[in-house]
């Protein structure tokens, strides 16, 4: 034993005592007087600090009101109303504090229960001094295991700020410029971001040596039953058992759903931390994407506990992507990643808006995806555009439904708009101008070939996009912005919600948008915050970032907005894109793509010279001007939508 | 009497109810967290366990004589007192009520009360002892001596 002081200190939970072993402070719950008193007698004797309580729900209150004043919390098994392991989910859940748990039964089968419950040790009644003295020992090794799961999500969340491999890879053009390991690593070394105050160390290894067990990948459907089933209980009451019944997945163990449902709360807290404190939360968990302190973009508890979803965030925003290679057998990783993709529609059907889990941990790419994401090398194979930058940039993006998606998202690219009230939040359009690279078959015609040459002719555009995020698109300054109505104040419902960001989408559907479970009749959006108790998104005022098309002063969103008016847009009809058209080099179809890129270049950089498209990567969409004028797509590659490659030069 | 003489009966005793599997390690425990902070933390204990196990035993009675038993109730009970008899070291008290216990699984009733009568028996038994051994304690606290602790 010894003073371990700060260094087992957990930015989830309160760091213990300094004093270490001593002074631990321990909740003990027993209905049972007789033991009570000598566990406690017990414990005291070995300078715990201890509490105790005679019944469950007694506990559970004294834990709620003096959060953070615990350590560990011992339980014994069976006592009246709630037993030991709801108690234990609950604790485990809410505060994330060991539990420790005793009972008369000796049951090995219990006791087996109680420890994949999630509980930390199992003591057998008669408690003996000796096993009360080593408690501490199953406190530290609870602490390792959360840091490193704070580590891990640190980790993830560094790789969701990587701004693009411009910024600071050393190899810009090389392929592994979008290793995301690579690049957390290197950022790391660069400068040292403690994201969540917990020490990281390189991330690159440690990121990929993380394969503890193997995991379910939440991706973005599942999440999304999760996070209804949740809904549907009521955070408070949300145990693995009743979520896993709702949820009704084969395969899918009740240990899963405990897991992803701890780091779920433990989120939420942190943002209601954030809410609660007025701060913003570093850039790891914030999404720039409008979050304002007092209204994040994403589920939070709200002093009733229940779980409010902020309606999805359709802004222009960010694309955020992250290149990580699909191939990299470290799901976490892939799933961090993943979940900043708000557009990652776990389906092709684009009817499922609210594309990805926001959670965070867990999404993964859905595997349609992954082909298109590989891009030849395997470090390089999936790059999903990344987004953002801390010149306050925006690139195209949805966000996803829940907010920690935002955060990472967009790290450092806020619109600059300032909502005066309450910003609509948006829906992810699963077919958005975002899904580059989504293979949204079903009404999203634009392909991930189409996708992807729009995606690079847009990141022509990214000259003062900082991000090179490959949209390039930069979202304009807070008038602007407002003015697009991309990311609306939050009024009754805007009836543009669903439009955002689907620009290319949205026309290349022919004005079909895919149906949102949530989204009234004519897209209009259910935004009445106070009903759903969703937070709004409330953009944060930040460096100038314009999106140049929808700037444009003779822009008449409205008119844009009404997809029935479509044709009137200047940016005209984009109609259906095919895949082997772009591949093939293009045909009538592709001029459609053309001519709104060829508008949204104009609008931003005026009648320029054409995209030009960039000689030296080979990982590169080339662009090549054929014979008649119209451009085509070549590829050495396959082409990945989400590929920046190195055209992007904005700083 | 002298504090020598107490003191001898109170080896006696202890011995005796060690041996006898009245008392287990767990009470040797329960004597050695006795201490100055604390000097009466052995009486407190057997005084709690006496009174909550009084009240369990009542319960058990109460629900066995139901015209249809509730045996999980019946259980639960038994589990408790098993679980505070462990505690304090009641090792005879908590035999029986692994007994008890199974005899409930099997919804035996019959058995169940003899089961009951046995527990009762016992707890008696061990509540007297501890009475009188915990008495001795006192005496020779009183008469200024020391009390000897087992090995």
Redesign the interface.
Known sequence: MGNNGGEVSCSYSSPLPSTFPYGLRILVVDDDPTCLMVVEKMLKTCRYEVTTCDHPATALSILRERRGCYDVVLTDVYMPDINGFELLEIVGLEMDLPVVMMSANCDVSVAMSGIKHGACYYLMKPISMGEVKNIWQHIIRKHKEDMKDAEEMASFNQIMQMTSPNEESENKNSPTAWDPVNQAASKQRKKKKGAIGVRIEDKGKKVQSLERKPRVLWNAKLHQKFVKAIDQIGIDRAVPKKILEIIDVPGLTRENIASHLQKYRLFLRRLNEENQSGRLLPPTFKSKLGIHPEQPMVSTLDPAGTLNFPEPFNPIGVQPTAAFDMQNSNPSMLMTSVSRLPFINQDSQSNDPFATSGFGQYLNLPTNIQPILQSGSSSSATRVPLLQQNNGSMGFGMVPQQMEACSSLIVDTMPTTHWPTKPIQRTLESASLVNFGMQNAQNNNLTNMGNAELMNRFKQFSISNSTSNYTGLQVSKSADFYRMTQIEPFGEGSSNMNYSSNLVNDISNQGKIPPEPEMNNKGKRPLDAKDKGKMPIVVEEEEDVFLPELTAPDFNLDLYMNLDNLSQYPMGHLGVIQEEDVLMGGSSSSHDIDSLLQQLHRSTFGNSSDIQPDGNGTNDMVFKQAQDGTKHMESNFEVNPFHMGDNDKAE | MEVGQLQARLIDLTSSLYSEGFLD??FT??Q??Q?ES?PD?VF??AS??FD?SEKLLNNLGMALDEQVIDFKKVD?NV??L???S????AQRVRNACIAFRNLCEEKDREGCLACLQQVKHEFSLVKSKLESLLDLEQQILAAGGLIPMME
């Open positions: 390690e767990q425990q329960l050695q967290l201490d604390n933390f407190e204990v709690l366990f909550d639960a589990h408790q098993k679980g505070s462990s505690s304090v070291g």
